[in-house]
């Protein structure tokens, strides 16, 4: 499989505690986002990178989330003390950005669904 | 304020019936309009671009720069078009985060 993958799949953790997540895009891509998708809404944006830089974060993205892509490759999510209202959809996307170029597909993965209990 | 709406959550025609998902639009500038479909269990794919004035599945969607508007559209519904629907829009340059809609469940009735 050539697509965005994401992992875990699924991720219940107790209140309080820390979580993780992993994008891996479509290799050729040099730009990563991630959205977060709540029952009923559609996906909103937290933040993305061109290669390993970051470039936006939204306001919705408190400072208990932080989102890395070390080496432009894959990234990584963390949310740290997690809250309920943190329970959602979290999904990552990539797409191949040159200069001048209006097309932007963006390729989604699967998601990574949390539960905070 | 970018912004998109779908006044409908959930929409539901018989099959070979003509269908129409509605999508509104604020933005200031020149947006990049979008329609994402996703089918039962699988993720979330690109169906059209207003750019690229395709028909995909036999689908259209044609921007009204004056209404701010962008549904989409088929003569003829099929059974297997039922999915979730989301207009979204991303600016023509720089950042191109996509700001979706809150997406429209569209059921077909045999």
């Known amino acids: 499989d050539t697509g965005v993958s994401q992992d875990p799949r699924h991720k219940i953790t107790k209140r309080g505690q820390n979580v993780t997540f992993r994008c891996d895009p479509i290799?050729?891509?040099?730009?990563l986002y991630w959205y977060r998708q709540t029952l009923g809404q559609g996906p909103e944006f937290l933040t993305y990178?061109?290669?390993?830089?970051?470039?936006?974060k939204s306001r919705l993205l408190s400072d208990r989330f932080s989102a890395e892509r070390p080496k432009g490759s894959f990234s990584t999510l963390e949310i740290q003390r997690t809250e309920q209202g943190d329970s959602a959809m979290y999904l990552c996307?990539?797409?191949?950005?040159?200069?001048?170029?209006?097309?932007?597909?963006?390729?989604f993965g699967p998601g990574t669904r949390l539960t905070v209990l | 304020a970018q912004r998109v709406t779908q006044p409908e959550k959930l929409l539901s025609v018989f099959k070979g019936a003509p269908v129409e998902l509605k999508c509104n639009y604020s933005?200031?500038?020149?947006?990049?309009l979008f329609w994402y479909v996703q089918y039962s269990r699988q993720r979330l794919q690109l169906l059209l671009r207003?750019?690229s004035r395709e028909s995909i599945k036999g689908f259209t969607a044609d921007l009204n720069k004056g209404e701010t508007s962008f549904h989409l559209k088929k003569p003829f519904a099929q059974e297997e078009d039922s999915a979730m629907y989301y207009c979204?829009?991303?600016?023509?340059?720089?950042?191109?985060?996509?700001?979706f809609g809150q997406g429209t469940r569209l059921t077909i009735n045999p």
């Open positions: 933005y200031s500038g020149s947006p990049e």
């Open positions: 207003h750019i």
């Open positions: 979204a829009l991303s600016g023509l340059q720089g950042a191109q985060k996509l700001v």
């Open positions: 996307a990539s797409s191949f950005f040159r200069t001048r170029r209006i097309e932007n597909e963006q390729f």
């Open positions: 290799s050729e891509h040099n730009r």
């Open positions: 990178f061109q290669n390993e830089a970051q470039l936006e």
